[in-house]
């Protein structure tokens, strides 16, 4: 059977050569990505596809894709991939998470010596034929403090090349260890607002999630040192845009650079015409070298994938050989429960992550089940486009995370189970989990307190005292919230104890519903959980 792959974007063309080497039909059409008729009659053609940001894998696409079995997106974002549903119809997604990396945090660096230098203004200037040095005096950056907030692979290299030239780094990231903090021979702060005060210029490398959506609020930049300097090469709504005008306006901000935004493309934005802030169209990613990278890689991921049936950086699906999906598939399944309850859970630096395959589990290979349980845990932490079943043990390494895996006998009531056990900032956290006879995963202990619950698509886990009145008053703050209950455990480690609930609910809690569970007097903590 000969395959047929479509490059619907603008992929390097030399990767034509790596699909006809590998007996592999190959279409490059670029355009047909801008295209939306053309490339919904083409789509059932082909078994795979090679993409970047425009062509836009949607559910029209993909309901017309009746041969596709893999898309591979050169680069890391998949805002233009319905993952859920591909997942739905079995294709595997895969990106190249780190292949923009390097390229990103130069254009990063760019956009510092840009900002402090005046360098474009200056440019415009002399081009009209004027001579105004005294405009454009600019700041040296040696000696100068950097606030790098988010220290993952880009922010590390943007630590290192900031570094060369003399700059002091600060760093705010909730999930960097102190011994990585020390390996990278930088400060690390706990509270943004230390940072945002300390800072001559901050720089942002987050995803974006619920978490960091607008974390440069406008009250976080007017805590930013008078006359710094914010650069923004991460992603679009990081920022609130608007604010930056105005601090800009105000003289609070010196200068600022983008070169991503709220709404893309960015045709029109409060930002530009704005004097002393440098607007980029999206650019990180924009090198040769960043697009030759990420080309091959994704063509050999595909061909890999199509000729060998090895799926390499897939985002939606585990390194499994067929023989043993049968067996793997549901600790597959309960191990993405398990990562997910520590990752939501989870709100400061991870030291260790212990992960206990005990009985017939632990005869099977394990290293699959391992891939998605770290995976879940660090998607919270750095993003779902980043990290995947290949990348997640690289990016726990990059972190300073110390993984281990232990094999066990049989031992207490079950034949067989995980157990994770977390060490965030030398705080222990433990979850165990099992699969029923009935095919289905089973949350069966946390820290060490035994319950029996079913994960269900919205969740309610609260830890608290164990005294008399309590359900009541959690089901009277429900209630009234009109939050329906659907199943309900307990478990408490002795009488008047410490205790704990998690609850299956109908829809997502609130934050405001949230906050009124942890008033109640016996609550310790309460959290909002979500597993799809």
Same mark, same amino acid.
């Given at each position: ?19 006809? !080497? ?47 079995? &893999? ?57 009209? #034929? ?16 950097? +606030? &790098?907030?988010?220290? *993952?692979?880009? +922010? ?9 030239? *003399? ?7 909730? /999930? ?70 105005? $601090? ?15 709404? @893309? ?26 697009? !030759? ?30 023989? !043993? ?22 709100? $400061? ?8 395959? &005990?009985?017939? &589990? ?20 750095? #993003? ?7 990348? $997640? ?20 009531? /079950? ?17 165990? +989990? ?19 619950? !079913? ?35 307990? +478990? ?31 609550? @310790? ?5 979500? /597993? /799809?």
């Amino acid at each position: 059977m000969t395959y047929k792959v479509l490059i619907s974007d603008n992929l390097s063309k030399d990767i034509i050569y790596k699909f006809n !080497e590998a007996d592999i039909d190959v279409v490059y059409s670029p355009e047909m990505g801008k295209n939306t008729s053309l490339i919904l009659n083409e789509i059932h053609n082909f078994d795979a596809i090679a993409i970047r940001s425009d062509t836009k894998i949607n559910s029209a696409l993909l309901n017309k894709a009746t041969k596709l079995k &893999v898309i591979g997106r050169a680069g890391i974002g998949i805002d233009n991939i319905d993952l859920k549903l591909a997942s739905n119809k079995g294709i595997v997604v895969m990106n190249t998470p780190f292949g923009n990396a390097t390229t990103t945090a130069e254009h990063t660096m760019a956009m510092i010596f840009s900002s402090a230098r005046k360098i474009p203004a200056a440019n415009e200037s002399t081009h009209s #034929g004027k001579w105004e040095k005294n405009n454009f005096i600019g700041t040296e950056l040696s000696g100068k403090k950097l +606030g &790098v907030v988010g220290v *993952g692979n880009i +922010g590390s290299i943007v630590v290192s090349l900031a570094q060369s030239i *003399g700059m002091e780094i600060i760093a705010y990231d909730p /999930f960097l260890s102190n011994e990585r903090a020390k390996n990278l021979k930088i400060s690390k702060t706990t509270r943004l607002s230390e940072l945002l005060s300390q800072s001559d210029i901050v720089t942002l490398h987050l995803p974006i999630n619920e978490n960091t959506n607008n974390i440069i609020s406008s009250e976080n930049i007017f805590k930013m040192k008078k006359g710094s300097i914010l650069i923004n090469c991460a992603r679009g709504g990081l920022v609130d845009e608007n604010a930056v005008v105005d $601090a800009i306006q105000k003289n609070h901000l010196s200068a600022a650079a983008f070169d991503v935004y709220l709404e @893309e493309p960015a045709l029109s934005n409060p930002l530009f015409g704005l004097k002393n802030v440098i607007c980029t169209p999206h650019l990180g990613a924009s090198t040769t070298e960043a697009q !030759e990278k990420v080309s091959f890689q994704i063509a050999e991921q595909i061909i890999d994938y199509l000729n060998n049936g090895a799926i390499t950086n897939a985002l939606n699906a585990p390194p499994i050989d067929s023989k !043993e999906a049968p067996l793997l598939n549901p600790w597959i399944k309960l191990a993405k429960n398990l990562g997910s309850f520590v990752g939501q859970i989870t709100d $400061a630096p991870i030291l260790d992550i212990d992960i206990e395959y &005990v009985g017939k &589990v632990g005869e099977l290979n394990f290293k699959p089940i391992s891939s998605v349980l770290i995976a879940e845990i660090l998607k919270p932490l750095v #993003g779902g486009g980043l990290v995947n079943m290949v990348s $997640a043990p690289l990016i726990a390494r990059n972190k300073g995370i110390k993984i281990s895996e232990i094999r066990r006998d049989t031992q207490g009531a /079950f034949d067989s189970y995980i157990r994770v056990v977390l060490n965030h900032e030398n705080i222990l956290f433990s979850i165990a +989990g099992t699969i029923y006879s009935d095919g289905k995963p089973r949350f069966i202990q946390i820290n060490s307190i035994n319950l029996e619950a !079913e994960p269900v698509n919205h969740m309610l886990y609260t830890t608290n005292i164990d005294k008399p009145g309590y359900i009541g008053a959690l089901g009277m703050v429900l209630g009234e919230a009109n939050v329906n209950i659907a199943t309900f455990s307990l +478990g408490r480690d002795k009488k008047n104890g410490k205790a704990l609930a998690l609850l299956g609910v109908d829809e997502a809690i609130s934050d405001s519903v949230i906050e009124k569970i942890k008033k109640l007097p016996q609550v @310790e903590k309460a959290k909002s959980l979500n /597993f /799809f």
